[in-house]
């Protein structure tokens, strides 16, 4: 009996923990977990700390169309 006990609730956790994550993306609130998971990054792995910036300027630049002339 103290399995299925043990099952149920980490599957409420995990399920919890799932809807959470789905509704940090859609409201865009996830931000501050990334931040702190860059600011450990930043303090135990530089490398690291340095690719997050990277990707996150890559994320966030708009790709160039060029004119309907350059074709």
């Known amino acids: ?3 299925v006990v043990f ?3 980490l599957i409420v ?3 919890g923990l799932t ?6 993306r859609r409201t865009g609130r ?3 977990v990334a931040g702190a998971l860059a600011a450990y ?8 700390h340095r690719s ?9 630049r708009k790709s160039e169309t060029g004119s ?3 074709l």
Request: proline content about 3%; charged content about 20%.
């Open 30 to 32: 996830g931000s501050g």
């Open 7 to 9: 099952l149920a609730s």
């Open 19 to 24: 809807s959470f994550a789905a509704w940090a």
């Open 52 to 60: 997050y910036h990277e990707l996150r300027l890559q994320a966030d």
């Open 68 to 70: 309907p002339e350059d």
């Open 1 to 3: 009996m103290a399995y």
């Open 13 to 15: 956790v995990l399920a």
């Open 41 to 48: 990054d930043d303090a135990y792995r530089g490398t690291a």
